[in-house]
């Protein structure tokens, strides 16, 4: 690790301890001034609540999505429509090789056979070459979504990019996302309203049923939880 690497993960530790009980807009503000155009949002376009949150902290702020090729036709229609009404730059990355390039050199569905394979071709590199300009980058992870979230800090430090990982709204409650989305107007994926409760690549996610939490119609049926973007 460099010298500026080192000075970076003991800024987000310390920002981690200091902001625990910050609002999220306090801790991007924090991002903001600390970083300015080194720092970004990621969207899954799942919802807009960061996106909306970073631009009233840093209005013109980068927000990164990613295009794997597999989105649903809603999730494409969100981002566009953010991009449209809202004060931020939406960057959008792309894998290496398209999805038929990738059929012709794995096979199709690969998603099906190796979901962690695809998941690092079409999410995880892609992520790791598209923040490669930036120090810090901001996440919409909770911890109530699911067990392997839940000591998510609200400031930290990504020791697979060596950047400095900001999550916000990790100690809000789906109520409190709701409640967020109503006094603001936030733009929120249709997909959210027909029984989806956390929106990936179509191929691998289905509806919730009633009692599960928000990642179960994530890889349904397989020991995955996550796609590699966050451990």
Not at 1 to 16: K, N, S, Y
Not at 41 to 63: I, K, W, Y
Not at 185 to 211: E, F, H, K
């Amino acid at each position: 690790m460099t010298a500026v690497q080192e000075d970076l993960r003991t800024l987000a530790e310390q920002a981690g301890r200091d902001l625990e009980d910050a609002s999220a807009l306090s801790i991007l503000t924090w991002a903001a001034t600390t970083f300015g155009g080194r720092f970004c949002v990621t969207s899954s376009m799942e919802d807009a609540v960061v996106a909306h949150l970073a631009s009233r902290a840093f209005p013109g702020v980068d927000v990164v999505f990613l295009d794997t090729g597999y989105h649903f036709p809603e999730t494409i229609g969100t981002r566009d429509a953010v991009d449209a009404v809202m004060d931020v730059n939406v960057i959008t990355l792309t894998p290496r090789r398209t999805v038929a390039e990738q059929d012709a050199e794995h096979g199709p569905k690969l998603y099906e056979r190796n979901p962690d394979l695809c998941c690092a071709l079409r999410k995880v590199k892609p992520l790791e070459d598209g923040l490669s300009g930036y120090d810090a980058w901001a996440t919409g992870l909770r911890r109530d979504e699911s067990l392997t979230r839940a000591n998510t800090p609200v400031v930290g430090w990504d020791e697979k990019r060596r950047k400095v990982k900001v999550s916000p709204i990790a100690r809000w409650t789906q109520d409190d996302v709701d409640a967020y989305v109503a006094e603001h107007g936030v733009l929120t994926n249709p997909l959210l309203m027909d029984g989806y409760a956390s929106v990936g690549c179509a191929p691998c996610t289905r509806r919730v049923l009633a009692g599960e939490d928000a990642r179960a119609g994530r890889w349904a049926g397989r020991n995955k939880t996550e796609c590699g973007l966050h451990g």
